[in-house]
T-cell receptor
Framework: AQSVSQHNHHVILSEAASLELGCNYS??????LFWYVQYPGQHLQLLLK??????LVKGIKGFEAEFIKSKFSFNLRKPSVQWSDTAEYFC????????????FGKGTKLSVIP | EAGVAQSPRYKIIEKRQSVAFWCNPI?????LYWYQQILGQGPKLLIQ????????DSQLPKDRFSAERLKGVDSTLKIQPAKLEDSAVYLC????????????FGSGTRLTVV
């Protein structure tokens, strides 16, 4: 069975600081990888996804993530965070075996201080 | 385009009572998911439908949970009887068959069992 680990439970940054949120997965086969964001009071939204090809993926709102197969990692980055990035971020994986189900990590809460 | 509608937004019940949640997916989305998100954890899949058929219900606690999707549109998730550990947000998501990872999540129903 696949699993996802997000090691940071809560990250607090000042505006303009750089962000990197860790995500590691365990699954031996081909995986599809995702980062979702949940802003306060809103529903889950897709930030970016990786299926194949260039391991550096760019998403919405200036976010990017890098797939490192040898490390089973898919870390999320943003060079300069804004107060509006305050939200909870979830990494998710799908085995791509035809079911299209997502297995989520526990999430990382990001608080950006103005 | 209208989003995934869920109701109620909040529900408080006593243990051993029954409760039902309703989901109306985006029009034309044949695939529908129910996820359970316990506080401090990521969403966990309960059941996946395609049209009115069940694709995967292996993680649904069938002794107390049931779900149906009559006519392949709206879906209802029921818990009977509820336990304290069922306190969670119940998320509904839908996607097109042609875009299986194009999930749209609803805002969820927050259930508190006391």
């Amino acid at each position: 069975a696949q699993s996802v680990s997000q090691h940071n439970h809560h990250v607090i940054l000042s505006e303009a600081a750089s962000l990197e949120l860790g995500c590691n997965y365990s699954y031996g086969g081909t995986v599809n990888l995702f980062w979702y964001v949940q802003y306060p009071g809103q529903h889950l939204q897709l930030l970016l996804k990786y299926f194949s090809g260039d391991p550096l993926v760019k998403g919405i709102k200036g976010f990017e993530a890098e797939f490192i197969k040898s490390k089973f990692s898919f870390n999320l980055r943003k060079p300069s965070v804004q107060w509006s990035d305050t939200a909870e971020y979830f990494c998710a994986v799908s085995s791509g075996a035809g079911s299209y189900q997502l297995t989520f990590g526990k999430g990382t809460k990001l608080s950006v201080i103005p | 385009e209208a989003g995934v509608a869920q109701s109620p937004r909040y529900k408080i019940i006593e243990k051993r009572q029954s409760v039902a949640f309703w989901c109306n997916p985006i029009s034309g989305h044949a695939t529908l998911y129910w996820y359970q998100q316990i506080l401090g954890q990521g969403p966990k899949l309960l059941i996946q439908f395609q049209n009115n058929g069940v694709v995967d219900d292996s993680q649904l606690p069938k002794d107390r949970f049931s779900a149906e999707r009559l006519k392949g549109v709206d879906s209802t998730l029921k818990i009977q009887p509820a336990k304290l550990e069922d306190s969670a947000v119940y998320l509904c998501a839908s996607s097109l068959v042609g875009d299986p990872y194009g999930y749209t999540f609803g805002s969820g129903t927050r259930l508190t069992v006391v």
